[in-house]
């Protein structure tokens, strides 16, 4: 079947078994070919062939809706809703989202970036169709993994306490992102292998009824009996006590299997659960074998071997920076733990777990009880050490306010991805922590240029006693540079003049100190001499050198990858107003009051004017008339 061309999920309602078990065949070979060249989440979709092939059959979209929770296994959904065309633009600048977009296609009727929400919005779209007296199908696709979030157990206690129509499919694979944890895991584990549990109710129900002469009594009480066997053939059988019927375990690569109880699930009345196993990464050899999930959002690759392309003389990723420097310190200070939410071989904590086994938690994708636990640990003089990713930490943060910082308790938040992610586009872009924290008593936020300052402002974190304190970080690679022998610490709150000047400053951090490098560069090119500091605290701010600076009365710009409405440069300017520096001229750079979409992080920096011209530019037309020069 051509897969660039499919217009709509019609083309697979008629096929043959042989025909449906050919174009599972194609569907992986095509995501295998191009996910190599364009990169993407593979192991999730590999496993999800049959599955999304199935669901398509059963039912009508987009009449039907289906919710793909996380969005990450929707690429199958993709191709047969008529965007396989599009798939050599996957995850690249104004191309094809990684994830399911409304406004790509009518079949996307829920965007999923983080995972646990489809539950909650296919409750509200159940709740809508019945109000509106429409006749439909409501089917959330929620991984294992995703179901430990909260959110997603709320959502069934109370689809459940409401008997509403949703057809949830449990899609397990034993794995999130890495492999999963916890006791909700296990009970799934149980229910795996305890067999067909609807099929032996029934099978119970016809032998009770065959039995000569009290066949009838027994009858009479056979669906008490059947009913009480669930918790014989599925141990504590989770689901139906939360009002759900339950079909499963169904195996999720047989054609026949899931279609009969897909079916059965789409008549019965009430909430259901369609629990089907997989297999990440399915019908791909490397990706099958890889116990540590390596394969579950990848770059380009070499197709035949597996291997990953990318510089063979790359600095080590900054994740890798900050989580060595974490296992440094904790040689010496054994108050020292690493606490993370699924999320251990993506923020680079195995090194450190395989040192100190029982010092490293996973606790799960349960972002909220990763961050109350941390204050848990350190109301009892521990030091933990929340390895959480910018958009993830959004998800804590009732959490940061009312258990960690109004208690003023010493976590150290490791804040990774913070910044322009790229190729994962909206619902990671990393930009809104230093807004969000920046308003939060108590809370100390810092962010380094390069790996020396990252380890130095480890070893800070881990002395601080002063309440919370953050270290945000980028994805990616780090710079490369050369690293001290021992750390030192760093006073809180002070920045670091990079290069003097008279004309003008440039105030900024992180990721983008480079750019303000080589905009300083082309400055001096045309006579204009800038100041770059390297304000390596966005709270709190260096106010000593604040006032040098204002009292100068020179053009003042502020430079962040990061929300212009009450980040960094909002600070500067709240400095300015308190203090009666009203003439002073600051302008801010960074990014507009929208979301910004999926590319590469190069592109998405010339898309909101992060650019060496436009740093140029400003600081040119902030300068008196009479001192413009160039």
């Not at 070499?302 to 990318?310: F, M, V």
Request: hydrophobic share 40%; net charge negative; aromatic share 8%.
């Amino acid at each position: 079947m051509d897969l660039y061309n499919i217009k709509d999920p019609s083309v697979v309602k008629d096929l043959s078994p042989e025909e449906l078990t050919q174009l599972a065949k194609e569907v992986r070979e095509f995501l295998i070919n191009n996910l190599s060249s364009t990169g993407g989440h593979l192991g999730a979709n590999l496993g999800v062939v049959e599955l999304t092939l199935a669901l398509h059959r059963i039912f009508e979209s987009p009449k039907d809706r289906f919710l793909f929770d996380v969005g990450h296994q929707s690429y199958i959904h993709k191709i047969l809703t008529g965007r396989g065309k599009e798939f050599d633009s996957l995850r690249q600048y104004q191309g094809l989202c990684g994830f399911p977009k409304r406004n790509e296609s009518e079949h996307d009727v829920w965007e999923t970036g983080h995972s646990s929400t489809s539950l909650s919005a296919a409750m509200g779209m159940a709740i809508a169709r019945d109000l509106n007296k429409e006749d439909h199908s409501v089917v959330p696709i929620i991984g294992d993994g995703a179901l430990t979030g909260g959110m997603a157990l709320e959502a069934l206690n109370h689809i459940g306490h409401e008997k509403k129509n949703v057809t949830v499919i449990l899609n397990d694979n034993e794995m999130s992102i890495a492999k999963n944890v916890g006791a909700l895991h296990g009970a799934l584990g149980r229910m795996r292998s305890a067999g067909k549990y609807n099929r032996a109710k029934d099978d119970l129900e016809w032998l009770l009824k065959k039995i000569p002469a009290i066949g009838g009594k027994v009858a009479s009480t056979a669906e008490r009996l059947k009913d009480s066997m669930k918790y014989f053939v599925v141990p504590g059988m989770f689901f139906e006590e939360l009002g759900f019927t339950y079909y499963g375990p169904v195996d999720g690569h047989d054609f026949e299997d899931l279609e009969e109880n897909l079916e059965y699930a789409k008549k019965t009345d009430g909430p259901v659960i369609v629990h089907v196993m997989t297999q990440k990464g399915k019908g791909y050899e490397p990706a099958e074998s890889d116990v540590k999930d390596k394969w579950h959002g990848v770059g380009p690759y070499k197709i035949d071997s597996g291997e990953k392309i990318k510089s063979a003389d790359a600095a080590p990723a900054w994740s890798e920076v900050i989580s060595e420097a974490l296992r440094r310190e904790a040689r010496t200070d054994d108050r020292i733990v690493a606490v993370t939410p699924a999320m251990i071989l993506g923020s680079k904590l195995e090194k450190f777990g395989e040192e100190f086994p029982d010092r490293l938690f996973d606790v799960g994708i349960a972002e909220q009880h990763a961050t109350t636990m941390s204050a848990g640990l350190a109301t009892q003089g521990m030091k933990p050490f929340l390895a959480i990713y910018s958009t993830f930490l959004q998800r804590g943060y009732d959490q940061v306010i009312h258990d960690v910082a109004r208690q003023k308790l010493n976590v150290i938040f490791g804040i990774d991805r913070a910044g322009l992610v790229g190729a994962d586009g909206e619902t990671h872009q990393g930009v809104f922590d230093i807004a969000f924290l920046r308003s939060v008593p108590n809370t100390t936020i810092m962010m380094p240029k390069d790996e020396n300052e990252a380890q130095h402002m480890v070893h800070t974190a881990t002395k601080h006693e002063d309440g919370p304190i953050a270290i945000r970080y980028p994805r990616g690679n780090a710079l490369g540079v050369e690293v001290d022998n021992e750390p030192k610490p760093i006073t809180i709150g002070s920045w670091e003049t990079l290069e003097p000047g008279a004309d003008a400053v440039i105030l900024t951090f992180g990721t983008t100190i480079p750019l303000a490098l080589e905009a300083r560069a082309e400055l001096g090119r045309k006579g204009i001499q800038a100041e770059v500091v390297n304000a390596r605290f966005m709270k709190p701010l260096d106010e000593a050198l604040l006032h040098d600076i204002f009292k100068r009365n020179i053009p003042v710009i502020t430079i962040e990858e990061a929300v212009l409405q009450g980040g960094f440069g909002s600070a500067v300017l709240e400095f300015q107003s308190d203090h009666g520096y009203l003439n002073q001229r600051v302008h801010r750079m960074g990014l507009p009051d929208r979301f910004i979409e999926h590319g590469s992080v190069k592109d998405l920096w010339k898309e909101v004017g992060l650019t060496v011209d436009n740093v140029v530019a400003n600081v040119q037309r902030y300068m008196p008339t009479t001192e413009k020069k160039g």
